[in-house]
T-cell receptor, first 115, second 116 residues
Framework: GAVVSQHPSRVICKSGTSVKIECRSLDFQATTMFWYRQFPKKSLMLMATSNEGSKATYEQGVEKDKFLINHASLTLSTLTVTSAHPEDSSFYIC???????????FGSGTRLTVV | AQKVTQAQTEISVVEKEDVTLDCVYETRDTTYYLFWYKQPPSGELVFLIRRNSFDEQNEISGRYSWNFQKSTSSFNFTITASQVVDSAVYFCALSEASYNTDKLIFGTGTRLQVFP
């Protein structure tokens, strides 16, 4: 089946630094990828939709300059949290539509802790 | 606008009890998909089911069953004879198939705890 590989699974960074999260579709081409954020014991909130070769579409309230999304190829989308602060600490998950019966496939998530 | 409501925040049951997780959705579209996912403590999302809006047949898969009622915009999920391994957060989700982005909107989730 369609697999999305997400790295890193955990990252701890210092306040003010930037962190890049990668999502790769391993055995299919992902024209569109979705980025979600999940606070502890909360739901998954869609942050943005990234389309290969074009600018990402951000959901209302999500800072574009804070959360940079790049989808330069059909198999790779990246989310960069710039100048991270403790309030950015969260679980970030990517997803891609597969065109298969189950629709979407998800990465395993990245737990970001900003200290 | 599309919205998914899971009114039950937490449910606790004892093993072997049946449990139903409720999901109510709102959408402007006539063509859409509904999903259920399981999220164990490790965080990954486990796909359980996808149902399109034209298929109102109920579905059974082992101990799991789903009841789709368009008239009440509900897509409820029942676990029969629950087990400790069923303990997780369960999310209901909706995507509107007519939009190019087909983004998936999640409900707030129901945390299920099954005690031995």
């Amino acid at each position: 089946g369609a697999v999305v590989s997400q790295h890193p699974s955990r990252v701890i960074c210092k306040s003010g630094t930037s962190v890049k999260i990668e999502c790769r579709s391993l055995d299919f081409q992902a024209t569109t990828m979705f980025w979600y954020r999940q606070f502890p014991k909360k739901s998954l909130m869609l942050m943005a939709t990234s389309n290969e070769g074009s600018k990402a579409t951000y959901e209302q309230g999500v800072e574009k300059d804070k959360f940079l999304i790049n989808h330069a190829s059909l198999t790779l989308s990246t989310l960069t949290v710039t100048s991270a602060h403790p309030e950015d600490s969260s679980f970030y998950i990517c997803s891609a539509e597969t065109g298969l019966n189950y629709g979407y496939t998800f990465g395993s998530g990245t737990r970001l802790t900003v200290v | 606008a599309q919205k998914v409501t899971q009114a039950q925040t937490e449910i606790s049951v004892v093993e072997k009890e049946d449990v139903t997780l409720d999901c109510v959705y709102e959408t402007r579209d006539t063509t859409y998909y509904l999903f259920w996912y399981k999220q164990p403590p490790s965080g990954e999302l486990v796909f359980l089911i996808r149902r399109n809006s034209f298929d109102e047949q109920n579905e059974i898969s082992g101990r799991y069953s789903w009841n789709f009622q368009k008239s009440t915009s509900s897509f409820n999920f029942t676990i029969t004879a629950s087990q400790v391994v069923d303990s997780a957060v369960y999310f209901c989700a909706l995507s509107e198939a007519s939009y190019n982005t087909d983004k998936l909107i999640f409900g707030t989730g129901t945390r299920l705890q099954v005690f031995p």
